[in-house]
């Protein structure tokens, strides 16, 4: 039947291409009415139009000269538009939108032209039919070119838009004597409020980099309620700022609990600062905090707060001394077994507790009969009260916890 109906395809197809350039204005006219993203200058309209036009070629072409969709390819107007479109950093959603709703228009622009000519209703319904699903077909096979074509641009242009706003920031970062107003300019963005600096990171590898660093900066975005200023530095690395008037809010157990259900992301917040001094030392915290969830691997921390490891990003650059201090302090309490450590972080929330069982039981959700034992045990490990030698004790156990050291001479990592 496809056969017999040919002709007629061919007919209509050639009554359209008479009247191709109204078409296209309208066409062109209604995806400027229609999507927002089609509001363009004069330059690149001109590229629309062209793009526009282009694709009813194609189309038409194929209709007329039975040329196989094995054969089609995005046409070159329309590869750049795409291009252009994400350059722009317009959605590709509207993108795919205009072809979709150009090729309704399409459709009924041949529905028209058939009512126009001598056929039975039965040749009508089968003209229209091949028609629509050749048509279909081209979009279909156009539109997975121009998914290739965006996504790739938009790949090529963050990256080149990335290193610059990276180099930006670096100088900003590191040079002592930029003022205020001369790194607000470079930035294009005030430095004025409050800031809060994060690093996200993946392992090498990772399938989808682009797209896991984006979640993550998404997922900070939402625990601070506030859009996140972000830069990726290299195919593992992003670094984002959060930043508004008043002192930013992060939500740590609900980043913690997002950054769960992508087990490959890594991420590092600093503390909270203000105007040019805080945009950097609230990313040189962040960065201290990243160094000791690099150093402690093995601890498996998603979710690394600078205000959590402040004193152990200290002690990072020094783990064998550290280690030697701790184990003299703590002596067996240091054993790498789940009763010491136990004991270790009863006495630690013992002491932050003020000497209060009550307040430490009520902390560690358990009889204070239970804290007073594994207090007392720990006292009989350690060879004197608790509340002896008090604040080395304290810092030996936060490194204990922190850094994740042990009596089996392991370096953490």
């Not at 430095?191 to 896991?212: F, N, V």
């Amino acid at each position: 039947m496809s056969a017999s109906v040919d002709p007629i395809v061919r007919d209509v197809a050639g009554r359209i291409k008479a009247d191709l350039e109204p078409l296209t204005v309208e066409m062109t006219s209604m995806f400027t009415e229609v999507i927002p993203e089609f509001r363009h200058d004069s330059e690149v309209r001109r590229l629309m139009v062209a793009s526009t036009s282009s694709n009813l070629v194609a189309i038409l072409d194929m209709l007329t000269l039975s040329i196989s969709l094995d054969d089609i390819t995005v046409p070159p107007a329309a590869a750049e538009y795409a291009r252009r479109f994400a350059q722009h950093d317009l959605s590709l959603e509207a993108l795919l939108r205009a072809y979709r709703l150009g090729e309704h228009m399409f459709l009924q622009q041949a529905m028209t032209t058939l009512r126009g000519s001598e056929r039975t209703a039965d040749e009508a319904l089968v003209t229209m039919s091949r028609i629509a699903l050749l048509v279909n077909s081209y979009i279909d096979q156009i539109i997975e070119g121009i998914i290739d074509i965006y996504e790739a641009e938009r790949r090529r242009w963050d990256a080149r838009s990335d290193a610059t706003r990276a180099a930006q920031i670096r100088a900003v970062l590191d040079t002592d004597e930029l003022d205020l107003a001369s790194a607000e300019q470079m930035l294009a963005t005030s430095l004025r409020g409050w800031h809060l600096a994060a690093i996200i990171w993946i392992p090498p590898g990772s399938p989808d980099p682009g797209g896991l660093l984006r979640a993550g900066a998404a997922m900070l975005s939402a625990a601070t309620g506030k859009s996140a200023l972000t830069v990726t530095v290299d195919e593992q690395n992003c670094w984002a700022w959060i930043s508004s008037t008043g002192k930013p809010t992060l939500d740590a157990g609900r980043l913690d609990s997002e950054l769960r259900t992508r087990p490959a992301l890594r991420m590092a917040v600093g503390e909270p600062g203000t105007g040019l001094d805080g945009f950097r030392r609230t990313f040189h915290d962040a960065q201290r905090a990243r160094g000791v969830a690099i150093a402690t691997t093995h601890l498996d921390r998603q979710l690394t707060l600078h205000s959590r490891v402040a004193l152990a990003s200290l002690l990072i650059d020094h783990l064998a001394d550290v280690r030697t201090f701790a184990h003299r302090v703590l002596g067996d309490l240091m054993r790498d077994d789940e009763a010491t450590a136990r004991l270790r972080e009863t006495v630690q929330i013992f002491l932050d507790a003020r000497g209060s069982f009550t307040d430490a039981a009520t902390r560690m959700h358990v009889h204070k009969n239970t804290v007073h034992y594994r207090v007392r045990k720990a006292e009989d490990i350690l060879g004197h009260p608790v509340t002896e030698n008090r604040l080395e004790l304290e810092v030996a156990l936060l490194a204990c916890a922190q850094l994740g050291l042990d009596s089996t001479g392991r370096r953490p990592g």
